[in-house]
Every structure is written in structure tokens, then in C-alpha cells.
């Protein structure tokens, strides 16, 4: 299998992890997203990223959407499964995945400029995903190791780290509202998977400040 | 279970129909949108419609969003399954669930008035599904028999009748331009599960006439 992939995209991230967790066989082929080839383009018209391309005897397959390709990794690897065998429980964390999407717009708010906005978004998501962690009384989300949800918020958690680098105090103030979400984030980092691709705070500062200057909003 | 419904709307309907695939047992109760009663509110702080109420040995639990409800319902109850066995087959089909709500935003473009835009998605999207049906080369998109795929985009499907009511020889031509999906639709009204729950053309034109007077486009 082949992730086509933008360096540093939070999407592209997520996939990342769940072919590491899966210990799926893979290569990854980074894209420019300024310089996007001509064959990628005839290939995805609606230029959607992540791709993952998938090797039949019928010729190449595609799959998109993040949250799509993962679950699928998660059908076709049998081997440690990410989704909870319940499903209801399996229901209830695809509710909080598309509910975590407002955190991520409001990260996209706060890289916008409009940052008072942008914040507030992040601290009622926070309080949500706070309140459901101790209602679940484990150390994950998954349980006792991460599963599907854990690792499907967990591209735009390591992000909010390059906060601290913005303002060390109000970081670690905001971070005291949180404390299960807190040390859910502190464990995730030790995680194996999840260190196979971390990027350090610093190095998220850097990039989008540089992204920022090139106008990628887009690919964020 | 019980599900809250309100009559009429295609997002319930998907429900309403996955139900009777698996032939489970069920309640509906029926809302009505301009008076949602106060206990109703406070269950359900973002009104989100329909919801399908479980009852368990800890209380009753609650599921949101028709595609979620159904894929959990699919589980929950192995017989007749209707996604595909084949993780790829499964993830293209909710790749084309999402890729419809193209033709459900096109139906609200035109219940808005924006009539010539709107009608564009919606033609745009069922070449989509013209091909993806030439391709596949089965009666259903899920083979031999409806399946989840199928099931998903009829609601919206059975409403398009409604503009044979507004113009018979506009709506017949545009039919004649995706013969594979047209004779999909035929076959998709003599479904025993379809039938159960269908309304005619003139139900629904007569229903959506008396929605917009009440400004319900929110529960359409």
C-alpha cells in the first residue's frame, strides 16, 4: 500500500498512525502541495488528501477521507482492532470524532487570526472529550490501550502543544481546566505508535508559521 | 427501541427503512417539529433529528446521525447484512453516502428557489451514480439485492418523483439521461422494505408546497 501524503497534515497524520498500529506493510510518497504532478492531479480531480492506494489483481484501488481509509485499515487488518467490538460503543466514538471536528475548525479560526473565536471552540470540544474521558474512568479512550478514537484526535492534541511556544503560562493555565485530557495527552506521547511519527512542539511552531506566509490554509 | 421521527423527513426514513431490512423491533415517536416538546430539548440540546433510543440494563442510551444509527443497527443485528463483507467495497460505498449529500444540498437549492443551481448538483450527482451502476453491473448497488448504499440515498431518491408533478415531460426527459439508475428506482419501489414506508409523488409535492409556507427548511 502507498499513503500519498502532504508533510505535517493532520489527515495524512492520522493514517499514518493507524498503518503503525496495524503494523500494515507501506510507503509513503510525500506531495508538495504547492507542486502537485500533473498524474496526481488526473488521478484525484478533487485533489483530496490523504490518498491511499491499495495494489489488487484488478490494478490500483484509491481510498479517501481519513476517517474512511482508517476504518477500513481497521476491517482488513484483523489483528489488534482499534474499533470497540461493541457496537454501540463503536457508534458513540464516531459521534465524538465528527464531534472533534470543531475543535479543528477552531484551530483553523485561530490560525485565521480570528483567535478569540478559534480558542473558545477548543475549550468547549476540550470539555466535552474532559467529561467523556472521566465518564469512561479508563486511561483512554479506547480503554487501556488507544483505540479508533484515541488515535483519530490525537494528529490535532500534538498540535496544541505549539501553544506553549505562543504563551507558556496561559498554556499551562488552560491545561489545569483539563486534567484527565491532560494526562490522557502526557500517556499518549509515551505511546510507540504515536512516537513513530511526533513532530516537536517547536517544530509545528516553525512549520506553520512558515505555512502561513505561503498561504496553505488549505492543506492544514 | 424507539425512534424519534419526524414525519416526513428523509433522514428518518433511512432509519426508518434500515429498520425494517432487519426486520427489528421498533417504536416510533412521532415529533412535531414547530412544537418539540421541553423534555425532548433538554435530551437533546442541539435538536438533532432523528434519534434512535436504546434501552439497556443502565438506562436508555441515545444515537444521533442517520448514517451512524444505521451502520450501528447493521452491526447490532447480523442478519441480512447490508454493507458489504469486503472492507474496500464497504469504504467506496461510504465514500458514495457522502458523495450524495451533493444531490441532497441540490434538493434544498431548489426548494430555496435557486432552481437552476441546484438542479446542476443534482444532475452532476447522479451521473455519479449512473456510472458507478453501469460499472458495478448489478441490479442494486449492493448486488443481487438492496443494500446499505441503496437504502441510504432512496429517501431523496423517492422525493425526486415529486417533480414529474411539476413538469411530466421535463422530468421524463431528464429520467431518460441515467436509464441504468432509472430503472434502478423502478426496481427500488417494488422492494417489499421501500414500500413499507414509501409516499407518492403527490404526498410529498403537496407536503413540501405546505413546508415552505411554514419556513420547516431546517427538518426537510
Not at 504532478?37 to 481510498?63: A, C, H, M, Q, S
Not at 467490538?85 to 463503536?90: E, G, I, N, T
Not at 492534541?157 to 506553549?164: A, G, H, N, S
Amino acid at each position: 500500500m502507498r499513503l500519498y501524503h502532504v508533510d505535517m497534515n493532520p489527515y495524512g497524520h492520522r493514517v499514518l498512525l493507524i498503518l503503525e498500529a496495524k503494523k500494515a506493510k507501506y510507503e509513503v510518497y510525500k506531495l508538495d502541495p504547492l507542486r502537485l504532478p500533473e498524474w496526481f492531479r488526473n488521478k484525484n480531480p478533487r485533489l483530496k488528501i490523504p490518498v491511499l492506494e491499495i495494489p489488487t489483481e484488478y490494478g490500483d484501488k484509491y481510498l479517501f477521507e481519513s476517517v474512511v481509509i482508517c476504518d477500513y485499515l481497521d476491517e482488513k487488518y484483523t489483528r489488534n482492532q482499534l474499533h470497540s467490538r461493541d457496537p454501540y460503543v463503536k457508534a458513540q466514538d464516531r459521534l465524538l470524532i465528527e464531534r472533534f471536528n470543531e475543535l479543528i475548525k477552531g484551530s483553523l479560526e485561530c490560525f485565521d487570526t480570528n483567535f478569540a473565536f478559534g480558542s473558545e471552540q477548543i475549550i468547549q470540544t476540550l470539555d466535552i472529550f474532559e467529561k467523556e474521558l472521566t465518564l469512561r474512568g479508563t486511561n483512554y479512550f479506547g480503554g487501556h490501550r488507544p483505540g479508533m478514537l484515541d488515535y483519530m484526535i490525537w494528529p490535532w492534541v500534538e498540535r496544541l502543544y505549539l501553544l506553549r511556544c505562543v504563551n507558556e503560562r496561559k498554556f499551562d493555565e488552560k491545561r489545569g481546566l483539563f486534567p484527565n485530557f491532560a494526562d490522557w495527552s502526557d500517556q499518549m506521547q509515551l505511546d510507540d505508535v504515536v512516537k513513530k511519527h511526533a513532530n516537536s512542539p517547536q517544530e509545528y511552531f516553525d512549520y506553520y508559521k512558515n505555512a502561513r506566509t505561503h498561504s496553505m490554509g488549505y492543506y492544514l
